[in-house]
């Protein structure tokens, strides 16, 4: 089993519409976790990271779920502007950080 | 967004040359990395330096050679490559191993032909 492991891709959706992400992990002594966002032939940029109560910035919210070790991205109001690759990176105390495969969303008009 | 350069951006070397990577970070991070990115695959971790110490070799072969003068310059020095090498090169750092997030440079697209 994966130690990170990203819905599979794609994601092909309207402009406008609401689309959400998940990622599991194995470690549960995870303690840090982020998801970035990567376009294509460039390097990937951290979107957020995420917190135990679940927070939001603007249309994208990311939750944590510790009992059930998976983090969630939800975005809203999709934009053309949002087609990327997203990774999801779960970290262990003082450990390396694992990236996920990533999850590629495509917003069309 | 400058915090994190590396250069050159794209390199083509030959199966015998020898080439080196650089990066250099303008965040005062402590933890510097370096991490490969194959066509279609994943990110790979290749090397962590945390207060210029090298605290993670992830199995990578002798061809590459990482060196870490400072908390913000990190190289990855490469020889007898092979074609399968080739691939995108990410520097990143943060603030301390672990925890913090990293921020990557623009990587290095290489090329071994």
């Known amino acids: 089993r994966k130690e990170v492991e990203q819905d599979p891709g794609p994601f092909n959706v309207p402009e406008g519409a609401t689309v959400a992400f998940n990622c599991t992990y194995s470690n549960s002594a995870s303690q840090s976790f982020f998801w970035y966002r990567q376009d294509c032939r460039k390097e990937p940029k951290l979107l957020m990271s995420?917190?135990?109560s679940g927070n939001e910035d603007g249309r994208f919210t990311a939750q944590l779920n510790r009992a059930s070790q998976y983090i969630s991205l939800l975005i809203r109001d999709s934009k053309l502007s949002d087609s990327a690759t997203y990774l999801c990176?779960?970290?262990?105390?003082?450990?390396?950080?694992?990236f996920g495969d990533g999850t590629t969303l495509t917003v069309k008009p | 967004e400058t915090g994190v350069t590396q250069t050159p951006r794209h390199l083509v070397m030959g199966m015998t040359n020898k080439k080196s990577l650089k990066c250099e970070q303008h965040l005062g991070h402590n933890a510097m990395y370096w991490y490969k990115q194959s066509a279609k695959k994943p990110l790979e971790l290749m090397f962590v330096?945390?207060?210029?110490?090298?605290?993670e070799n992830n199995s990578v072969p002798s061809r590459f050679s990482p060196e870490c003068p400072n908390s913000s310059h990190l190289f990855l020095h490469l020889h007898t490559l092979q074609p399968e090498d080739s691939a995108l090169y990410l520097c990143?750092?943060?603030?301390?191993?672990?925890?913090?997030?990293?921020?990557f440079g623009n990587g290095t697209r290489l090329t071994v032909t």
């Open positions: 995420v917190y135990s």
């Open positions: 330096y945390n207060f210029k110490e090298q605290t």
């Open positions: 990176v779960v970290t262990p105390n003082a450990g390396k950080s694992t």
């Open positions: 990143a750092s943060s603030q301390e191993q672990g925890d913090s997030p990293l921020h």
